[in-house]
């Protein structure tokens, strides 16, 4: 499921919804792909706001909607991001925050694809989140 061709589908799918962000006060579009086990693709892109805290992260988008839909078992996500109307320059990480969110619903081979200008990294999720404190720990 997870090959070279759909890593690049997530990552252009990645790119496409920054158009969908809501970011008056950074100026900064990040689009996120999530493909669940089931084989659907979520999308997400960050929804800020005026004070700031409630801001949510492209990839807790994706995450959260999925989720809603009913999907628990995810295989990739995809994240792109850089200043609105333009394409992307950089690789965007994901913060640690949406990290956390993807470690409770994610195994530690959970790849995260960071979509740059004209290639795309490779991370697993243990890679990006060493150490970490999940559901198991308070089973
Ligand atoms: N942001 C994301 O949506 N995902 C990331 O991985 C990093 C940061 C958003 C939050 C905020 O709307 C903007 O980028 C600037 O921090």
Known sequence: MLDET?????AREA??????????????AVGAALLAKSGKIYGGANIENAAFGP???????????????????????AVAGGKTGEPVSDFCAPCGVCRQVMREF????????????????????????????GPDDLR
């Open 55 to 77: 801001t949510n992260c492209a990839e807790r988008t994706a995450f959260f909607s999925a989720v809603f839909a009913g999907e628990r078992e995810f295989e990739a996500i």
């Open 15 to 28: 790119m496409q919804n920054r158009e969908k962000a809501y970011v008056p006060y950074s100026g900064f």
């Open 106 to 133: 994610c195994g530690p081979d959970f790849e995260i694809l960071l979509a740059g200008p004209g290639s795309v990294k490779r991370y697993t999720l243990s890679e990006l989140l060493p150490e970490s404190f």
């Open 6 to 10: 759909m890593r690049n589908r997530l």
